[in-house]
């Protein structure tokens, strides 16, 4: 079927799922937007596309993404370009991405500089947050530009100690300064001072390999942060999130906190919820020196490790369970990738130590397979749910809501045709990314993104993704809902 982009175009016979309901019911786009659904029939010369048998679903929401990002002395293997056509593929039509502050510069400098890096670039629609690498006074001021530039989300790290931490009197500033001008801020939760001390400890031990990357980050340490952040909060009453939530623990103390009156909300990445630390081996499976780079008879166990260095990094097997059932009772809102793409060979490769290896891994294209695969078709959450987390929550808590993130009349024509019927299994050969593997090499996964529309325009057919794509749009977020479960 060819769709003719200036007609109407009616999907008929598929599930249309929302985060409120599922019906059997027709799509009719035109225009670049959802115009009528309900028990429609073809006009003439409409074009139409059969979707018996499969969910309509609203077009994916990222959370989470650092493309084209400078860190830790190299740049992610990811940049826009390469990023979104990954996201597209796999069924996420805005991406929200964290354009970032660098010392020296002024908020806005940040954000002008993450426009040219997407402009013309990102095949997603897409959206920043604002992530602060320090804390200056005047920042205050500046965050009502950034608002006024149409990004309400900012991000503090508590982690990265002499790059990126920041302290708690800092902490307290910039959540006054958010909550008054209505925003939110995201938190990295970890305890970067004793990381440090930790990291340096194995250090002097001599233990260099990334098994000790994990070993120096446990679950306690993200807790800890998270129960800080959201008692400095409360005294604001000031809006924020917990971004990649990994532990149970800390998902406990969200919820004491949110049940004590706090507006926190939660993101968790489906490498959380579906790997463990049974990845990072033990102290002996990489070689204990690494102060040559890998090439001793350890080397190819060593590389695999790198493969899962993040932060936070991966936790025990009991972890999962807990996510899970906060993702599905509402403990959770929604989920994010942290794609933060980086190669084995010639960038994870190149560090000496597990505190130099470049810290991230990809996860852009398989975030709705992953969900769908081992939540719906697991039988861990409703169809309703799946949607709730992968669109409408953050739709609403960064503010694209009704325009992104349900199908309603009115709303983008971004929309996902998923087949539930074949299996496949993950090899990253499959992938439409720019780095050198997948952490889920080897997953087998329920059913296929079929078809993509973006803003009416059919962007994957039939598992293919178009040839010639046109660049997204930047998306002004409004103010945060935080009444979102
Ligand atoms: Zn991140």
């Known amino acids: 079927m060819s769709v003719v982009q200036s007609g109407s175009v009616l999907l008929s016979g598929g599930m249309v799922t929302t985060a409120s309901r599922s019906r059997l019911a027709a799509v009719r786009l035109a225009g ?30 990222e959370t989470h993404t650092h493309l084209d ?12 370009a390469s990023g979104t056509r990954s996201a597209l593929a796999g069924g996420t039509t805005t991406v929200l991405d964290f354009a970032t502050q660098f010392h020296g510069e002024s908020l806005m400098d940040g954000l002008r500089r993450w426009h040219k890096k997407a402009g013309g670039q990102a095949v997603t629609d897409y959206g920043f947050h604002l992530a602060m690498t320090q804390w200056r006074p005047e920042f205050a001021g500046e965050m009502a530009e950034v608002v006024e530039a149409g990004v309400t989300s900012f991000k503090l790290y508590m982690a990265y100690r002499g790059s990126m931490m920041v302290q708690d009197d800092e902490i307290y500033a910039a959540l006054s300064a958010s909550s008054r001008l209505g925003a939110t801020i995201g938190f990295h939760c970890e305890n970067g001072l004793v990381i440090d001390a930790l990291a340096r400890q194995e250090l002097a031990r001599g233990h260099t390999g990334a098994f000790y990357h994990q070993y120096t980050r446990p679950p306690d340490l993200e807790r800890e942060a998270a129960g800080r952040v959201t008692t400095i909060a409360r005294l604001l009453d000031a809006q924020h999130y917990i971004v990649h939530l990994s532990a149970g623990e800390t998902l406990e103390e ?54 899962f260095v993040m932060s936070p990094p991966l936790r025990s097997a ?48 398989l975030r709705l397979a992953l969900l769908y695969t081992y939540g719906v078709a697991g039988g861990r959450i409703s169809p309703e749910r799946f949607v709730a987390v992968t669109a409408e929550n953050a739709a609403r808590y960064f503010g694209l809501y009704p325009r992104k993130g349900t199908l309603l009349p009115g709303s983008d024509a971004d929309i996902v045709v998923y087949d539930p019927g074949p299996a496949w299994t993950v090899s990253h050969d499959r992938l439409h990314d720019n780095v050198d593997h997948t952490p889920y090499e080897g997953f087998t996964i329920r059913g296929r993104v079929r078809d993509v529309f973006l803003r009416g325009h059919r962007v994957v057919a039939d598992g293919v993704l178009a040839g010639d794509l046109a660049p997204g749009q930047f998306l002004a977020c409004g103010p945060p809902d935080s009444d979102i479960s």
């Not at 990002?69 to 826009?80: H, N, P, Q, W, Y």
């Open 254 to 307: 969200v919820r004491r906190a949110r049940r004590g009156g706090s507006k926190v909300v939660a993101e968790t990445c489906p490498q959380y919820l579906l790997l463990d630390d049974s990845r990072y081996g033990t102290p002996d499976s990489g070689g204990s020196d690494k102060r040559d780079g890998i090439d001793d008879r350890n080397d190819s166990d060593e590389l695999g490790v790198r493969a």
């Open 32 to 61: 670049g937007r959802i115009t009528e659904i309900g028990d429609l029939t073809p006009r003439p010369g409409e074009a139409v596309l059969g979707c018996h048998g499969c969910l309509i679903l609203p077009g994916g929401i």
């Open 318 to 365: 009991e972890n999962l369970d807990a996510l899970w059932a906060g993702l599905a009772d509402g403990g959770i809102q929604f989920v994010g990738t942290d794609h933060c793409s980086f190669n084995l060979h010639g960038q994870k490769d190149q560090a000496t130590d597990f505190a130099s290896i470049p810290n991230g891994a990809p996860g852009v294209e």
């Open 69 to 80: 990002l400078e860190a830790m002395g190299t740049v992610t293997a990811d940049d826009f």
